[in-house]
């Protein structure tokens, strides 16, 4: 009874004065979280804040697997060179965003065959229906008529495999992906029915500490995105010149022309990145100009674009120290794919024996 009261209470394994065994004993087992990270394009300042900030977090209380989906992407058939250099690139860039490689397993998805043995037993169960019904599904057929493949098709059975093979709880992803954990929770849940077991959990997506934060792009509309066009987006590599240079053309207006008015989408994009990079009093700075109409908003992109170099600044250069380092990005892959893979056989041996799948 009292034990139950404490795991109210207190957030899971946030307790760091406990040693691991007495907090199992209290809390139960760490949960575990699953995400899979796309492997096109480079990240930007709109993926730190409104994920990897939070993948960080998470790292010191759950068992968290991320790992780069490198299947999913062959939907789209990218040349052989780009899938390796922008799987490597992916990896090199959520290292430098500080994915510790020691707390987290961050693995590439095909490294882990079990996620395709799984993927293969799913889809003996997923219906054609439900699968075409699909969002996502539907959203391809319009802009690729010409490739509408059974990898399509199926990718929401290939992402509940990549969620269920480590058994995971919670999802940390966007709006867009509730649909297709809903069909994660329904593929688990019809394989227990069949089975007659209760192996598979019920993933929910999941959201580690506070609100996350949606970061606009420098084009005066909507958010921070790298399909929005060149100059949008900050990326994480970016060169202080190319940082200036995008900054100073972002989208601003002539100025306010009366007191204390409300900001026009463009302008409120640009205090709100500022909001992210920029100290409280630099901020109160640009919004006391704007308010009695003395602002200029040169010196605040001046300002804006110093603050984003000194923010990325680190991570920059730890993306050129970890990319120029073979044996480390090697290290931490095979690292990876040994820790993934031992908690992917002890899930897919328990399938096959629920099944019948058994060695002679
Ligand atoms: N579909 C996800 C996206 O587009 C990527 C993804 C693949 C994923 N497998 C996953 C996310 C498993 C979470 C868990 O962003």
Redesign the pocket.
């Known amino acids: 009874m009292e034990i139950k009261m404490i795991k109210k209470v207190l957030p899971l394994w946030t307790q760091d004065y406990m040693p691991l065994s007495e907090k199992i004993l209290i809390f139960g087992p760490m949960e575990t979280v ?5 492997s096109t394009g480079n990240l930007h300042l709109g993926n730190y804040f409104g994920a990897i900030k939070n993948f960080i977090q998470m790292q010191h209380h759950y068992n968290c697997y991320f ?1 780069i ?1 490198d299947y ?1 992407s062959l939907t789209t058939h990218p040349h052989p060179t780009d899938l390796h250099s922008s799987v490597r690139r992916v990896l090199v860039e959520y290292l430098a965003a500080g994915i510790d490689p020691e707390k987290s397993t961050i693995y590439i ?1 095909s490294d882990v065959p079990e996620v395709a043995e799984l993927y293969l037993l799913l889809n003996m169960n997923a219906y054609m229906g439900e699968l075409e019904r699909c969002t996502s599904f539907k959203d391809k057929i319009r802009s690729q008529p010409d490739n509408i493949n059974a990898g399509l098709l199926t ?1 929401p059975t ?2 509940a495999a ?2 269920l093979i480590h058994r995971a709880t919670k ?4 709006k ?2 509730e649909q ?2 809903e069909m994660a929770r329904t593929f688990g849940n019809r394989f227990n029915r069949i089975y007659e077991s209760e192996f598979f959990p019920e993933p929910y997506a999941f959201n580690f500490g506070s609100e996350l934060v949606k970061i606009p792009g420098l084009d005066g509309k909507g958010k921070m995105g790298k399909s929005e066009g060149e100059g949008n987006a900050i990326f994480l590599g970016d060169s202080p010149e190319e940082i200036r240079k995008k900054v100073m053309r972002a989208v601003s207006d002539s100025g306010p022309t009366e007191p204390n008015a409300v900001k026009p989408e463009p302008i409120q994009n640009l205090f709100d990145l500022m909001k992210v990079v920029s100290a409280a009093d630099t901020l109160q700075v640009f919004e006391d100009k704007y308010n009695d109409c003395t602002i200029r908003y040169g010196d605040m992109k001046k300002q804006l674009a110093e603050d984003m170099i000194n923010f990325t600044a680190p991570m920059r250069e730890k993306i050129n120290a970890i990319s120029a380092d073979e044996d480390y990005v090697r290290q931490v892959a095979r690292l990876g794919a040994a820790k993934a893979r031992e908690s992917a056989q002890k899930t897919i041996n328990e399938v096959r024996e629920l099944i019948g799948i058994r060695k002679f």
């Open positions: 699953v995400s899979g990270i796309r790992f989906a999913h998805q990718y290939l992402m990549d969620i999802v940390p992803v966007g867009d992906q297709h954990l």
